[in-house]
């Protein structure tokens, strides 16, 4: 089922958030926040996606999590600022 995704890490070394990063971009995943990203992904996907991302080598103190997020909880987001949650996107992944 597709639902609502957020991903949220804490990662020191630089280039290893560019990498979860860019395998983030790769699923869909669009940046909200600095260490924060959005997507409409199935729970098949984001299974690949955790799969691929079990084996990294985090430190102590780093982390990396997923929420996800039902219809009523969506609608209960609230933001301040500019940019509002981006709206439904269809991503493929090969």
């Given at each position: 089922m597709v639902m609502r995704r957020v991903a949220l890490y804490d990662i020191a070394s630089s280039k290893l958030r560019r990498y979860v990063s860019s395998l983030l971009m790769d699923y869909g995943f669009i940046r909200i926040?600095?260490?924060?990203?959005?997507?409409?992904?199935?729970?098949?996907?984001?299974?690949?996606?955790?799969?691929?991302?079990?084996s990294l080598k985090l430190g102590?103190?780093?982390?990396?999590?997923?929420?996800?997020?039902?219809?009523?909880?969506e609608l209960a987001v609230y933001?301040?600022?500019?940019?509002?949650?981006?709206?439904?996107?269809?991503?493929?992944?090969?």
């Open positions: 926040q600095e260490s924060a990203m959005v997507a409409d992904i199935s729970s098949h996907l984001l299974k690949s996606l955790y799969g691929r991302l079990r102590v103190n780093e982390d990396l999590m997923f929420l996800s997020l039902c219809r009523r909880c933001s301040v600022g500019r940019r509002p949650l981006p709206q439904k996107r269809w991503v493929v992944v090969y």
